[in-house]
């Protein structure tokens, strides 16, 4: 298999959802980067500039947005996220 495709995750602390993405990501072993727009309005603009979407988590897969926690784990429940990862499993 080839490099795992980057993941971003838009996010804000003490948000349910946002922690069960990274948490799912985890459980993975994906690396991930985090961007926090809670105090960054730039980079809230940036999310749902790419997004379309106010809400996080926002999960980008390389340069594909996958969207919130509902989409990564609906991914994940249909074996279609482990691909997108560039898990081999």
Aim: proline share 7%.
């Amino acid at each position: 298999m080839g490099k795992p495709a980057p993941v971003l995750v838009y996010a804000k602390p003490y948000c349910p959802y946002c922690t069960a993405a990274k948490a799912l990501l985890r459980e993975k072993g994906v690396t991930f980067e985090e961007i926090d727009i809670s105090r960054d309005h730039a980079a809230r603009e940036r999310m749902v500039e790419r997004s379309g979407r106010q809400t996080v988590p926002q999960i980008f897969i390389g340069e594909r947005h996958i969207g919130g926690f509902d989409d990564l784990s609906a991914l994940n429940q249909s074996g279609q996220l482990d691909p997108l990862l560039g898990l081999g499993r």
